[in-house]
């Protein structure tokens, strides 16, 4: 017997059974859930009718009466449960379970014949058929009755994740800023019914305009409430728009009190003077925004840890300005982390080339739909929010760059590492592209997340397994090193990640910001395991060995942006 | 952070088994050493299995780990043996050299690699 809270009652009046076997008085089953008063109507000159009983569906009558062939005397009942001492007080003579498929849907009660003292042999028979009949019947019914009830709670949902859609859209800039000598547009469309992307732009008093972008992790309902969080924060705080930095700082303080753990939130927050080109941003782990310049495309290096994370984050100020003819791209990953049906990405690189097309119509936005839809064959469920802002600067320009040429990759900045000409096994023909670049805390324990993003944005290399396993390792123990030793794990300090394609494999930079001057020391002796073994080394000290082991070159370097480790792997010839 | 891994240490047939399901790395060490000192006190056993079958992850720390238990084998004359590598983690046994001092076991129990 299932212990279903809507096991069910079934009951016969106490009627007559005229000639034994006519017309059997059956009653439909009574839904217990509906609880009608018990206003069965009764024949006044018969013996009191069992009315129906509502049975506990814990009641070990139940139990007892699922393994019961057929109609049971309640006298015969011997087990003393509530239901029992109920149906005895009215007048209950005769049990007839109703068992399908082994399960107990519903028990029939009768009082006694109306014209005899005890059910006779036949009747039972009688009985014990129909209720072999009805039992299926009353499944069923109650199956119907389930899938109606969760159709109309589907019905309900649907209802209110609408309504969050709305309310969601009402979040949403309802229209585009007017900029002189600009050309504003964006996109917004949710994986899901609500998302967890958001974009805003709100006018300061001096003409400048604030733009934000900013991507919750996770999708759905839940991204979409810690998305109105963060929007109410940035809006509360509409004293720091001028300044991105101060803002993300403190939405960041106020946001790490209330955000579910494991939730963050991406956002980058810029300030631009429509009539200057300057750009002030701020950036909080969001993809790096694309400016197409006259001579090629570049990413606009600003990086800091996701909002919510961790308190007392600090955020640097970058600042650039856009000429005329330049443009520039907000967006979230779900654009360059869509797949194809091979799941190959789309790709930081295919979004640049976008960006750097200059053809003589058509949106920037749109040219990025169109080119999304064709790479993912248009049908496949779209994976994650997409949100796509650009700002465009009309005008004349200084252009070198034919019309529809290919954008320059972005070429690496001093001190930050990047690409030379002399670089070993990186390739070193200074056409390296940036794949991806990111932040990480100073967390023992996330070197394993920030080694899988790296390897999963250097899938484009066309690394095999082997080699993706070996720059899992070497990433994840350079980074270890870099909490531990470069940053001493202090959370609020960023490990950066740059994961470069090179002509031959691929290279990832790794910049810890050099803090408790006790950094690996690069010519310590390998580790001997002999040595280790016999006690004369500590068994530790395999890290950096393990990185040497696993790439083709290592090499470090030290500047302002911090110390750099650079791992370079080449692609096996296929 | 990395929770603890699910670390296990039993004896079979006279083999003490050191199963790890999650990863060996630094987090691991503590529970390891602790997880093997309890069941080994006492035990006859003469020979020692690391279990890596249902481990994913194994870190530097964890290396230095592996070569830990060795080292506490080797003092108490127990054989140690590892089975369960994928390919990479036996190219980091090779290349640390932990397979010269340890036998390396394919999945199946039974096939000893030489």
Same mark, same amino acid.
């Given at each position: 017997v299932t212990q279903s809270a809507d096991q069910l009652v079934a009951h016969l009046r106490g009627a007559p059974l005229p000639a034994e076997l006519g017309e059997l008085p059956v009653q439909r089953a009574?839904?217990?859930?509906?609880?009608?008063? %018990?206003?069965?109507?009764?024949?006044?000159? %018969?013996?009191?009718p069992a009315t129906s009983v509502d049975i506990a569906p814990d009641d070990p009558l139940l139990a007892w009466l699922a393994h019961r062939p057929g109609p049971v005397d309640l006298d015969d009942v011997r087990i003393d449960t509530l239901a029992v001492r109920t149906l005895r007080e009215r007048g209950v003579q005769l049990l007839v379970p109703l068992v399908t498929a082994g399960e107990l849907v519903g028990v029939v009660t009768l009082g006694p014949p109306a014209h005899d003292e005890r059910w006779s042999h036949d009747a039972r028979a009688v009985l014990q058929e129909l209720a072999s009949r009805a039992a299926p019947a009353v499944q069923v019914g109650r199956l119907v009755e389930r899938e109606t009830a969760a159709a109309r709670d589907r019905e309900r949902v649907d209802h209110e994740l609408e309504v969050a859609r709305l309310v969601q859209q009402q979040l949403l800039p309802t229209e585009l800023p007017t900029l002189d000598g600009w050309h504003v547009s964006a996109f917004y469309r949710p994986a899901r019914r609500v998302g967890g992307d958001f974009y805003e732009f709100l006018p300061l008093p001096d003409g400048r305009v604030v733009v934000v972008v900013g991507d919750v992790t996770d999708k759905g309902v839940p991204a979409a409430l810690v998305m109105a969080s963060t929007h109410a924060l940035l809006r509360a705080h509409a004293d720091r728009l001028d300044c991105p930095a101060a803002l993300l700082a403190t939405v960041n303080d106020a946001l790490c009190s209330d955000i579910p753990e494991h939730m963050f939130v991406t956002c980058l927050a810029m300030v631009l003077d429509p009539a200057s080109g300057e750009v002030v941003l701020a950036n909080a782990g969001h993809n790096l925004p694309l400016v197409r310049r006259a001579d090629g495309v570049e990413q606009v290096r600003a990086t800091g840890l996701p909002l919510g994370l961790m308190p007392g984050a600090r955020y640097d100020r970058c600042s650039t300005v856009l000429e005329p003819g330049d443009a520039v791209l907000l967006y979230s990953d779900g654009i360059t982390e869509a797949h194809d049906a091979a799941r190959r990405m789309f790709g930081v690189p295919r979004l640049e080339r976008l960006v750097g097309e200059r053809p003589s119509g058509g949106d920037l936005v749109e040219r990025c739909l169109v080119a999304l839809d064709a790479f993912t064959g248009g049908t496949a469920e779209q994976e994650d929010d997409i949100t796509l802002v650009t700002l465009v600067r009309g005008g004349s320009r200084r252009s070198r760059t034919a019309e529809g040429g290919p954008s320059a990759p972005e070429r690496a900045a001093a001190g930050g590492g990047g690409s030379d000409p002399d670089d070993g096994a990186g390739g070193?023909?200074?056409?390296?592209?940036?794949?991806e670049r990111f932040s990480a805390p100073s967390v023992r324990g996330t070197e394993r997340s920030v080694a899988d993003r790296a390897v999963s944005a250097a899938?484009?290399?066309?690394?095999d397994d082997a080699a993706a396993e070996r720059l899992r390792t070497a990433v994840a123990e350079t980074v270890m090193n870099a909490i531990e030793h470069g940053n001493g794990e202090r959370p609020e300090v960023a490990v950066d990640v740059a994961v470069w394609r090179t002509s031959g494999g691929v290279r990832v930079e790794v910049t810890d910001q050099a803090l408790t001057g006790r950094s690996v020391d690069p010519d310590a002796p390998a580790p001997d395991l002999d040595l280790k073994l016999a006690g004369l080394q500590t068994p530790r000290g395999w890290g950096l060995f393990l990185v040497r082991s696993m790439v083709d070159a290592v090499d470090e370097r030290s500047g302002p942006a911090g110390h750099t480790v650079r791992l370079h792997l080449r692609r096996e010839p296929r | 952070v990395t929770p603890a891994p699910g670390i296990e240490v039993a004896e079979q047939d006279g083999v003490l088994v050191v199963s790890v399901a999650g990863d060996l790395d630094g987090d691991a060490r503590e529970p390891l050493l602790q997880a093997y000192e309890h069941s080994s006190e006492g035990s006859s056993a003469r020979e020692v299995l690391l279990d890596l079958a249902r481990c994913a992850y194994i870190s530097s720390a964890g290396i230095a780990l592996v070569v830990s238990l060795l080292m506490r084998c080797r003092a108490e004359g127990r054989a140690l043996s590892a089975r369960g590598l994928s390919a990479h983690y036996r190219q980091i046994f090779d290349v640390t050299r932990l397979s010269e001092h340890l036998r390396v076991l394919p999945a199946g129990p039974d096939q000893e690699e030489t």
């Amino acid at each position: 017997v299932t212990q279903s809270a809507d096991q069910l009652v079934a009951h016969l009046r106490g009627a007559p059974l005229p000639a034994e076997l006519g017309e059997l008085p059956v009653q439909r089953a009574r839904r217990r859930w509906r609880r009608s008063p %018990r206003a069965v109507p009764s024949a006044a000159a %018969r013996p009191e009718p069992a009315t129906s009983v509502d049975i506990a569906p814990d009641d070990p009558l139940l139990a007892w009466l699922a393994h019961r062939p057929g109609p049971v005397d309640l006298d015969d009942v011997r087990i003393d449960t509530l239901a029992v001492r109920t149906l005895r007080e009215r007048g209950v003579q005769l049990l007839v379970p109703l068992v399908t498929a082994g399960e107990l849907v519903g028990v029939v009660t009768l009082g006694p014949p109306a014209h005899d003292e005890r059910w006779s042999h036949d009747a039972r028979a009688v009985l014990q058929e129909l209720a072999s009949r009805a039992a299926p019947a009353v499944q069923v019914g109650r199956l119907v009755e389930r899938e109606t009830a969760a159709a109309r709670d589907r019905e309900r949902v649907d209802h209110e994740l609408e309504v969050a859609r709305l309310v969601q859209q009402q979040l949403l800039p309802t229209e585009l800023p007017t900029l002189d000598g600009w050309h504003v547009s964006a996109f917004y469309r949710p994986a899901r019914r609500v998302g967890g992307d958001f974009y805003e732009f709100l006018p300061l008093p001096d003409g400048r305009v604030v733009v934000v972008v900013g991507d919750v992790t996770d999708k759905g309902v839940p991204a979409a409430l810690v998305m109105a969080s963060t929007h109410a924060l940035l809006r509360a705080h509409a004293d720091r728009l001028d300044c991105p930095a101060a803002l993300l700082a403190t939405v960041n303080d106020a946001l790490c009190s209330d955000i579910p753990e494991h939730m963050f939130v991406t956002c980058l927050a810029m300030v631009l003077d429509p009539a200057s080109g300057e750009v002030v941003l701020a950036n909080a782990g969001h993809n790096l925004p694309l400016v197409r310049r006259a001579d090629g495309v570049e990413q606009v290096r600003a990086t800091g840890l996701p909002l919510g994370l961790m308190p007392g984050a600090r955020y640097d100020r970058c600042s650039t300005v856009l000429e005329p003819g330049d443009a520039v791209l907000l967006y979230s990953d779900g654009i360059t982390e869509a797949h194809d049906a091979a799941r190959r990405m789309f790709g930081v690189p295919r979004l640049e080339r976008l960006v750097g097309e200059r053809p003589s119509g058509g949106d920037l936005v749109e040219r990025c739909l169109v080119a999304l839809d064709a790479f993912t064959g248009g049908t496949a469920e779209q994976e994650d929010d997409i949100t796509l802002v650009t700002l465009v600067r009309g005008g004349s320009r200084r252009s070198r760059t034919a019309e529809g040429g290919p954008s320059a990759p972005e070429r690496a900045a001093a001190g930050g590492g990047g690409s030379d000409p002399d670089d070993g096994a990186g390739g070193g023909d200074g056409d390296d592209e940036l794949l991806e670049r990111f932040s990480a805390p100073s967390v023992r324990g996330t070197e394993r997340s920030v080694a899988d993003r790296a390897v999963s944005a250097a899938a484009v290399c066309g690394l095999d397994d082997a080699a993706a396993e070996r720059l899992r390792t070497a990433v994840a123990e350079t980074v270890m090193n870099a909490i531990e030793h470069g940053n001493g794990e202090r959370p609020e300090v960023a490990v950066d990640v740059a994961v470069w394609r090179t002509s031959g494999g691929v290279r990832v930079e790794v910049t810890d910001q050099a803090l408790t001057g006790r950094s690996v020391d690069p010519d310590a002796p390998a580790p001997d395991l002999d040595l280790k073994l016999a006690g004369l080394q500590t068994p530790r000290g395999w890290g950096l060995f393990l990185v040497r082991s696993m790439v083709d070159a290592v090499d470090e370097r030290s500047g302002p942006a911090g110390h750099t480790v650079r791992l370079h792997l080449r692609r096996e010839p296929r | 952070v990395t929770p603890a891994p699910g670390i296990e240490v039993a004896e079979q047939d006279g083999v003490l088994v050191v199963s790890v399901a999650g990863d060996l790395d630094g987090d691991a060490r503590e529970p390891l050493l602790q997880a093997y000192e309890h069941s080994s006190e006492g035990s006859s056993a003469r020979e020692v299995l690391l279990d890596l079958a249902r481990c994913a992850y194994i870190s530097s720390a964890g290396i230095a780990l592996v070569v830990s238990l060795l080292m506490r084998c080797r003092a108490e004359g127990r054989a140690l043996s590892a089975r369960g590598l994928s390919a990479h983690y036996r190219q980091i046994f090779d290349v640390t050299r932990l397979s010269e001092h340890l036998r390396v076991l394919p999945a199946g129990p039974d096939q000893e690699e030489t």
